[in-house]
């Protein structure tokens, strides 16, 4: 690794030191050593890492099922979010999300049924209520009439007491009547055989004015005994007012139960489809899980891009049978780097703190150096070939040249800052 190729030239620079100042130090044979001194060697506060070139995003995708492999995306493409990457043979998936659709579509189509039939129900209750409102009022109507009836018959009876008491007086008056006629021919048949012709037509005046009075009385007695028929006629018209009255009550009570019958077997009828659209409902929402479920079913055949950004790498054809699980393609965002150390150990990781500079040299292209500062530092020691290394992250601050790629090798000396240290790793 470079970091014991650098230790060893290292090593070997002391040694040729070491040899160089010998003579200088221990001085010629036979002579006392001069007292040399020895300058000040500024020491190095450069910490040396091997680097690799992150883009900013990355994914590593494969397909969570098995399948055969009908389209790939080209390496290199660039790809919007979402653009399909791979694309697997769903024959059976899309049979299976046919089916869970027509079934959502006959349950959807059902559980409509069932709610038009609810809005039936609703509109058969309203009709009914209206008919017991109406029922009801019926009954009052008609009960009224019988009220009416009864006071009818009640006025016609006193008709009758009353026509009845006309007929007695007016017989009366005809007994009346006869008996001033008898008085009047009482009074006329004993005049004396002498009287004078006056007196006679006098008393015979007086009968026939008796007769007419009879004859008055005996008509009023008549008129009497009309008007008490026409008052029975009367009465037996207000009783069958009565009558029909009562029928009319009774059928419209009759009305009322039948009303209110229909309204309770509306109601029935509304908790039957309530419970039928409960039903329908709960298998439409069943369906369409079972939609959804097939959909994401058929959306595991296709791998596609979970960002913009270029295909970096393609491991795979048209045709072949990819397992699940197997990353064949890889999508990196290369609108940004960073730069990740892969050989850092503990002792440099502890020189340096986040906020250091950095200076980052792509291997085998020594001219190209891309400037940066150190963003975070792991706090985790990985075993890494019986190393224990620390990640450091490292963002540019110059632009990156369009050479660099995904894992592009550099070495990356981190220039610690002694004042930054003592901030903490950061993960």
């Known amino acids: 690794m470079r970091r014991a190729l650098v230790l060893a030239i290292l090593v070997v620079a002391a040694g040729v030191a070491v040899v160089l100042l010998r003579p200088a130090i221990m001085g010629t044979p036979g002579t006392s050593p001069a007292a040399t001194p020895v300058p000040d060697v500024a020491t190095s506060t450069d910490v040396v890492a091997e680097a690799r070139a992150i883009p900013i995003r990355t994914a590593s995708l494969g397909a969570a099922v098995s399948g055969t492999v009908t389209k790939v995306v080209a390496l290199g493409a660039k790809v919007a979010a979402g653009d399909t990457l791979i694309a697997l043979d769903s024959g059976v998936a899309d049979a299976q999300l046919v089916g869970a659709q027509a079934a959502l579509n006959a349950a959807t189509a059902q559980r409509d049924q069932a709610d038009a ?17 109406q029922a009801e009022a019926g009954v009052a109507q008609a009960k009224a009439g019988v009220d009416q009836a009864k006071a009818g018959v009640a006025q016609a009876k006193a008709g009758v007491d009353q026509a009845k008491a006309g007929v007695a007086q007016a017989k009366a008056g005809v007994a009346q009547a006869k008996a001033g006629v008898d ?50 006629a009367a009465l037996d018209a207000a009783d069958a007012a009565l009558d029909a009255a009562n029928a009319t009550v009774d059928v419209a009570q009759a009305t009322l139960v039948q009303a209110r019958a229909q309204a309770e077997s509306a109601n029935a009828a509304k908790v039957v489809a309530k419970h039928a659209a409960d039903v329908a409902e709960a298998e439409r929402v069943r369906a369409s899980s079972a939609v959804d479920a097939a959909e994401e079913a058929r959306a595991l055949y296709t791998v596609t891009a979970p960002f913009a950004g270029t295909v970096a790498s393609v491991l795979i054809h048209e045709g072949e049978l990819l397992p699940p699980g197997i990353v064949v393609v890889r999508v990196a965002d290369m609108s940004g780097w960073t730069f990740e150390t892969t050989d850092l150990a503990e002792a440099g990781a502890a020189r340096i703190a986040p906020g250091d500079t950095a200076t980052i040299t792509v291997e085998d292209v020594e001219s190209v150096q891309i400037q940066g500062r150190v963003r975070q530092i792991g706090a985790f020691g990985e075993d890494r070939q019986g190393d224990v290394v620390f990640r450091v992250v490292i963002e540019p601050t110059t632009t990156v040249p369009s050479l660099i790629l995904w894992n592009t090798v550099a070495t990356a000396t981190i220039h610690a800052n002694p004042a930054l240290r003592g901030q903490g790793a950061t993960p």
């Open 117 to 133: 039939a609810g809005t039936q129900a609703d509109a058969a209750i309203a009709i009914a209520q209206a008919g017991v409102t």
């Open 183 to 232: 008085q009047a021919k009482a009074t006329r048949d004993i005049l004396p055989s002498g009287a004078s012709n006056a007196q006679k037509r006098q008393a015979e005046a007086v009968v026939n004015g008796a007769q007419a009075q009879l004859d008055a009385a005996t008509a009023r007695v008549d008129a009497a005994n009309a008007a008490l028929d026409a008052a029975d």
